[in-house]
């Protein structure tokens, strides 16, 4: 590009192979390449990443003098997501921040001085428009295309297509899933009787208490469910209240729950139901005048993990 040679048929020759402009990490330094990145499984409603070259690409401008300026540019509808994988889903490109949803028109994305390198700021992502769907992708899979165009200051330019291969396996799934008590469930015991407060099990005082989840998704949906709670010394699978001899049982489809214990829940026809219940309770070698009387709190949580 920079090289001067006695006879155009030999430079025309070398502009084929010779580049001032390379991305490290993917040995580019011009024209088509094959490109392997790495896949995330995490998934939100709204936009998702597949792929963000910042942190695995980094674009550099080798001409060591002459006043050389590469310019890097997303070709007019440039990207490209693989349909077979991708359905139907929107997707599109951020650059530098800002978003630019498919078909996208040609885009600057940087400059580059001599010697100067810079992180290719480019992300690739779909949006959860079209819900309920799953997406498996295989390491070695297709999953589209960007094509670039290069240009510089002394009139060049060329135009390049980077295909992107899945490095791992991922298994998305776009549906969504919410708790209809929302985030914090709440559990009032009510007024208790001393007189009545068992060591274990179930009592006159034990609250039922529906746990529902609804999910967007036509298929089933499987969760890992586990508790996380800090249990009294004497009761490992109570809940510990402010009250020092007071405690709170919970049982999962009627079986008492410790912590770390994990349970498995599948969500069928879009929604389940599981039924919680909670009883106040107390250390077996006490007396019921031995806990004390006034309110109490407590608190534990459920950690629910989609596989």
């Not at 135009?159 to 799934?173: H, K, L, R």
Request: with cysteine.
């Amino acid at each position: 590009m920079k090289m001067k040679w006695p006879w155009l048929t030999i430079l025309l020759l070398q502009s084929m192979t010779a580049s001032a402009y390379e991305c490290a990490s993917i040995d580019w330094q011009g024209g088509n390449a094959d490109i392997n990145v790495n896949i995330s499984s995490d998934v939100s409603t709204g936009k998702n990443r597949i792929v963000d070259l910042a942190p695995q690409i980094t674009c550099k401008n080798t001409a060591g003098q002459g006043g050389w300026i590469d310019t890097m540019w997303l070709a007019n509808d440039g990207v490209k997501l693989n349909s077979s994988i991708f359905k139907n889903l929107k997707y599109g490109v951020t650059i530098s921040g800002t978003d630019h949803l498919a078909p996208v028109s040609e885009t600057k994305i940087f400059d580059l001085d001599n010697g100067e390198s810079r992180q290719l700021p480019v992300v690739l992502y779909f949006e959860l428009t079209s819900l309920g769907e799953e997406i498996h992708i295989k390491a070695g899979d297709n999953l589209g295309s960007i094509r670039f165009v290069q240009t510089n200051n002394h009139g060049d330019r060329r135009d390049y297509t980077w295909t992107f291969f899945a490095a791992n396996d991922a298994d998305i799934n776009t549906s969504t899933c919410s708790v209809l008590s929302g985030s914090t469930f709440n559990v009032n015991l009510g007024q208790i009787e001393r007189g009545d407060i068992v060591s274990g099990g179930t009592s006159s005082q034990t609250i039922v208490k529906d746990f529902n989840i609804i999910c967007d998704a036509a298929h089933a949906v499987d969760f890992d469910v586990k508790m996380s709670l800090v249990s009294p010394s004497w009761n490992n699978k109570a809940i510990k209240t402010s009250n020092d001899n007071l405690g709170v049982e919970m049982l999962w489809n009627g079986q008492a729950v410790s912590n770390g214990a994990s349970q498995r829940l599948s969500v069928t026809n879009g929604s389940a139901t599981v039924p919680l219940s909670f009883t106040p309770v107390k250390p077996a070698s006490l007396s019921f005048e031995d806990v004390s009387t006034g309110a109490f709190t407590a608190s534990a949580t459920l950690i629910l993990t989609q596989y």
